[in-house]
């Protein structure tokens, strides 16, 4: 029912900075959880960043605090990842995800946009 597509990704060189973008369709996007995950080759999927409905909460994974930033615009049915400081192990498929409160699981994934920070 719910439709994400990530853009943003690319190829940027250690220390710089990307902005990864993920338009969802459906009227109920400003009602879920919205988070950001990724997956290196070899490795599993694992998770980067998680904001609420109202912008008022946000978590990060450990690598990432104080580089990655999550926000969005339910007005425009978007969430960002703006990602600074970026390092080589940064590199990975990034996946934006929604979850309804109180799921066990996020319920829609994006298609994955490719980060590949060069050293």
């Known amino acids: 029912q719910v439709q994400l597509v990530e853009s943003g990704g690319g190829l940027v060189q250690a220390g710089g900075s990307l902005r990864l973008s993920c338009a969802a369709s459906?009227?109920?996007?400003?009602?879920?959880?919205a988070g950001w995950f990724r997956q290196a080759p070899g490795k599993e999927r694992e998770f980067v960043a998680v904001?609420?409905?109202?912008?008022?909460?946000?978590y990060y994974a450990d690598s990432v605090k104080g580089r990655f930033t999550i926000s969005r615009d339910n007005a425009k049915n978007t969430v960002y990842l703006q990602m600074n400081s970026l390092r080589p192990e940064d590199t990975a498929v990034y996946y934006c995800?929604?979850?309804?409160?109180?799921?066990?699981?996020?319920?829609?994934w994006g298609q994955g946009t490719q980060v590949t920070v060069s050293s």
């Open positions: 995800a929604l979850q309804r409160p109180g799921a066990r699981n996020y319920d829609y």
């Open positions: 459906g009227r109920a996007f400003s009602t879920y959880l």
């Open positions: 904001i609420n409905w109202g912008s008022t909460n946000t």
